[in-house]
């Protein structure tokens, strides 16, 4: 079956600093796969996606590549800001549904 | 324009009271989804309409009631809820819901507290 796994949190960061959220998949076939953001008291935002094997999805600084031989998609970004203290949730798109890992809240400190 | 609105933005009521939340998209899309989203989890999945249609319902129980009069709007209708229903409810869309791992773009959800 289809499942998303994320790395726990919180993350807590420096401004400045490098991000990696992991994110591993389970899947049958070949489903696109998605990070969305949710900044607190609002919906889920579109980050980024990819929708085959060695795509880079990127947007806003952030990036993450689809790793079929990992079953990976870890997002990064090389300097994160005090704006990007949100959850990002990794998600694997499959027929009509999404499956979803648990989301981690990131927290930047100045 | 990717933007999916959603209204009521807070609501709350009892648990013998009736209410509607409401979705529209002006995006073209054919599939809409609800979702719910309790604090600190991902959402799950209620119902999708692909072409103003049902095409799944997640076991959601019957004090839920979807319905989609037309292509661009999404109502959810809430009679005799109890508290553990109280969460943020997630509209989203994409284009057709027919095909794998389309992106689903989310409105900015309504609050629900129900006392």
């Known amino acids: 079956g289809n499942s998303v796994t994320q790395m726990e949190g919180p993350v807590t960061l420096s401004e400045e600093a490098f991000l990696t959220i992991n994110c591993t998949y389970t899947?049958?076939?070949?489903?696109?796969l998605f990070w969305y953001v949710q900044y607190p008291g609002e919906g889920l935002q579109l980050l980024l996606k990819a929708t085959k094997a060695d795509d880079k999805g990127s947007n806003k600084g952030f990036e993450a590549t689809y790793r079929k031989e990992t079953t990976s998609f870890h997002l990064e970004k090389g300097s994160v800001q005090v704006s990007d203290s949100a959850v990002y949730f990794c998600?694997?798109?499959?027929?009509?549904?999404?499956?979803f890992g648990s989301g981690t809240k990131l927290n930047v400190k100045p | 324009d990717t933007e999916v609105t959603q209204t009521p933005k807070h609501l709350v009521m009892g648990m013998t009271n009736k209410k509607s939340l409401k979705c529209e998209q002006h995006m073209g899309h054919r599939a809409m989804y609800w979702y719910k989203q309790k604090a600190k989890k991902p959402p799950e999945l209620m119902f999708v309409?692909?072409?103003?249609?049902?095409?799944i319902n997640e076991s959601v129980p019957s004090r839920f009631s979807p319905e989609c009069p037309n292509s661009s709007l999404l109502n959810l209708h809430l009679h005799a809820l109890q508290p553990e229903d109280s969460a943020l409810y997630l509209c989203?869309?994409?284009?057709?819901?027919?095909?794998?791992?389309?992106?689903?773009?989310f409105g900015p959800g309504t609050r629900l507290l129900v006392l």
């Open positions: 899947a049958t076939g070949y489903p696109s």
């Open positions: 989203a869309s994409s284009q057709t819901g027919l095909a794998g791992g389309e992106t689903q773009y």
């Open positions: 309409y692909s072409y103003e249609k049902l095409s």
């Open positions: 998600a694997l798109g499959g027929f009509n549904k999404f499956y």
